[in-house]
């Protein structure tokens, strides 16, 4: 769970803001990702770093508090999971998500347990509108409440 709660400044200022104003329209489409890292942050969860290649980078550029969903096979059965971003949008090159393993999980626990560096991946085009539009002219304040994995989209707003 996350909620943010954004403030020009003046006192008493606070609103809470859920709707993007600015959204990139494009096809949702799946592609092979490469697993560059898997780092284990607790025993039972991961960040999943990816390579962008070049031809990709504006197919997967991203806005804070998207999404990637993962196509994953598992046991036979096809499973689509999403998992927020937790990158920064400004890092071009790599797109990082963290899954925490669920109980009896299908693909959490496929995930968590067995992803190496190296193994390709089905990764969707990244999708959401969980984000408020950023304006370094528009100055600010945010704070964000953040609860279980609701932390991910909060971390690549920082
Ligand atoms: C927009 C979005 C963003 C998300 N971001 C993140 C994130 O950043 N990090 C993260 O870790 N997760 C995130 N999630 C959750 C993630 O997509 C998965 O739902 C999560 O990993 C569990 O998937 P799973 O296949 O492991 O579990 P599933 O196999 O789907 O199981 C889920 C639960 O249901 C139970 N269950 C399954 N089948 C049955 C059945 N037949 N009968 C009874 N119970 C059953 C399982 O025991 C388990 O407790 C996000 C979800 C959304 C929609």
């Known amino acids: 769970m996350m909620v943010v709660i954004e403030s020009n400044g003046s006192h008493g200022g606070a609103s ?3 709707v993007a104003p600015k959204m990139v329209q494009r096809m949702a489409r799946f592609h092979t990702l490469q697993v560059a890292n898997v780092s284990k942050e607790t025993s039972d969860c991961i960040v999943v770093d990816f390579k962008v290649p070049e031809a990709l980078r504006t197919d997967f550029s991203f806005t804070h508090g998207q999404y990637l969903t993962l196509k994953l096979h598992v046991n036979g059965e096809e499973l689509r999971r999403s998992y927020s971003i937790c990158s920064s949008p400004l890092d ?3 797109i990082c ?3 925490k393993k669920v109980d009896k999980g299908r693909a ?3 995930l968590v347990e067995r992803l190496k560096p190296g193994a390709p ?3 969707m085009t990244p999708m959401g509108n969980f984000f408020t539009h950023l304006d370094a002219s528009q100055e600010r304040h945010y704070v964000a409440f953040a609860a279980g994995s609701g932390i991910t989209p909060s971390s690549a707003s920082l």
Do not use: G
Request: a negative charge; zero cysteines.
């Open 97 to 99: 998500i963290a899954v």
């Open 92 to 94: 071009k090159d790599h």
């Open 121 to 123: 991946l089905e990764v």
């Open 16 to 18: 809470a803001t859920f």
């Open 108 to 110: 959490s626990t496929q």
